[in-house]
């Protein structure tokens, strides 16, 4: 193999592949004794280099460390979360006779916390043009105005957002889209995304937001051990019908979901109508690394009908 680990390595292990690598040791470390080694397995079951990488241990500090603010930017899903994102029905979205799916820029995963620390699960449908290039869901007008809702909740960090779709979808949330949810292939993947969520994180609450999540949401088994909170969706043009909707889900949510460590929930209700301090800009530590500093801040996008998106940077 080449030489890129030289400065990483004990001298007897240099010139082993990379599998080699991953199954030795960790005193094949450079700096890491055969003492250290033994301590390792004994404390923690660490006995190779793969072991070290993947320890859940290592993965809790890094937890800690991040909620302090290192990094500052959502690093990508970890291993075994992109494991699991692999097996997503890609090519049943892409080969779809219904041809209802914006396939264009590829899927839309998630936004939030992948590590253990979530305890707000928000189920939405809104993958448009800013979400397209941050490849995070509910960062343009509508995510902005779901991170005012956590921000009444004190919730300024600890929660994960998924979406109905892994793809935008043409139209609205109808009978054809109703059926396309159920089929197997969609359905199991998101209901088995759901569950690894609520088996991996401390999720005391789960909030739906509109048609297609609530259908969703009713749609997993796993709803029932979480109360579900149903709220229209941030995009519904009604706002004195939606503040009234978040203002209800709000008075249940308060009484299960305490602030995050440092933030402070805001008891004042929505008006009638939002306010700009309704809408809260969206963390960069949600975002991929580089994204420009307005993505996630303002509105950049509008609807030309149904298949056309008009969008432009400030």
């Known amino acids: 193999m080449s030489h890129s680990f030289d400065r990483m390595l004990d001298k007897a292990f240099r010139d082993k592949p990379v599998q080699t690598l991953l199954g030795a040791s960790p005193a094949a470390l450079k700096g890491v004794s055969a003492a250290d080694a033994q301590s390792l397995d004994s404390a923690l079951g660490i006995r190779t280099v793969r072991d070290l990488a993947e ?10 460390l991040a909620a302090a603010g290192s990094p500052g930017f959502d690093p990508g899903p ?8 692999r097996t997503a029905p890609l090519a049943h979205y892409a080969t779809h006779p219904a041809g209802r799916f914006r396939l264009d820029f590829g899927p839309v995963y998630y936004r939030g916390r992948l590590d253990g620390t979530a305890r707000v699960l928000l189920v939405g449908q ?19 105005r779901v991170q005012g809702l956590l921000a009444k909740l004190g919730v300024t960090r600890s929660y994960i957002m ?3 779709f892994l793809f935008g979808a043409f139209g609205q949330f109808d009978t054809e889209l109703r059926g396309i949810s159920l089929e197997p292939q969609i359905l199991d993947f998101r209901n088995g995304f759901l569950d690894r969520l609520v088996a991996a994180n401390p999720v005391e609450a789960i909030i739906a937001a509109g048609n297609a999540a609530q259908h969703a949401v009713e749609n ?7 109360p579900v909170f149903e ?31 440092g933030a402070q ?8 109508a939002f306010q700009p301090q309704d809408q809260v ?8 690394f580089g994204v420009p500093d307005w993505l996630g801040v303002g509105s950049h996008g509008d609807r030309d009908g149904d298949k056309k998106i008009i969008w432009s940077a400030p």
Request: charged share 15%.
């Open 55 to 64: 320890s859940p241990v290592f993965r809790q500090a890094q937890a800690v």
């Open 220 to 226: 997993w088994p796993g709803s029932q051990a979480v």
């Open 265 to 272: 929930a805001d008891p004042a209700p929505y008006g009638a």
């Open 162 to 164: 998924i979406n109905t």
């Open 231 to 261: 709220i229209m969706h941030p995009s519904a043009q009604n706002e004195a019908a939606l503040t009234a909707s978040w203002n209800a889900a709000l008075a249940g949510l308060r009484s299960i979901v305490e602030p995050d460590e």
């Open 281 to 288: 800009a969206i963390p960069r530590f949600d975002l991929p």
């Open 126 to 144: 809104d993958p448009a043009t800013d979400e397209l290039l941050g490849h995070r869901i509910l960062v343009g007008f509508s995510g902005q």
């Open 78 to 85: 970890p291993p075994d979360w992109e494991t699991f994102l």
